[in-house]
């Protein structure tokens, strides 16, 4: 039997950063970075089938102060989309310092200036750090995935 996975999403106007568990929900990894243009449902389609997702987490950019941001709509929007194409629960989560972690483990990890200035990775490792969030607050809380 095939083992059931998370997908965790960074939404941006311009790239959406993916990431995703090992089959026995227990650790995240980055996986892709995808412009988001009108082929994005059709990446994600082929994402989601192949991985055998059952679940979706897609950050919520809050403001310091806890409040919405601009683009929180465009991912409210987003949201709605994916639950009904994919008939797929999503479930928001505090994304606000995600970016700026991934920035840090970036700078950290990976030698190549070149490299560190590369979006695509900032984001799928922000989606990375969003899903161990996630994971960790689940297995906290002793919940089934």
Do not use: C, H, W
């Not at 082929?39 to 102060?65: A, H, M, S």
């Not at 979006?119 to 990375?128: E, F, P, R």
């Amino acid at each position: 039997m095939e083992e059931k996975r998370i997908l965790a999403i960074d939404y941006g106007e311009v790239r959406i950063g993916l990431a995703i568990t090992d089959p026995l929900n227990l650790f995240a990894y980055p996986l892709t970075t995808l412009p988001n243009n009108q082929e994005i449902f059709k990446e994600l389609d082929i994402i989601i089938k192949k991985n055998n997702i059952v679940k979706i987490v897609l950050g919520n950019p809050l403001k310091e102060n806890g409040s919405e941001a601009k683009i929180s709509a465009l991912v409210k929007k987003f949201k709605d989309n994916l639950e009904s194409k994919f008939n797929l629960k999503v479930e928001l989560l505090d994304e606000r310092y995600t970016s700026e972690i991934a920035r840090k483990n970036i700078i950290e990890s990976v030698t190549s200036k070149k490299k560190r200035r590369d979006k695509t990775l900032l984001d799928m490792n922000a989606a990375y750090i969003l899903l161990q969030d996630y994971l960790k607050t689940v297995n906290n809380n002793k919940s089934k995935v």
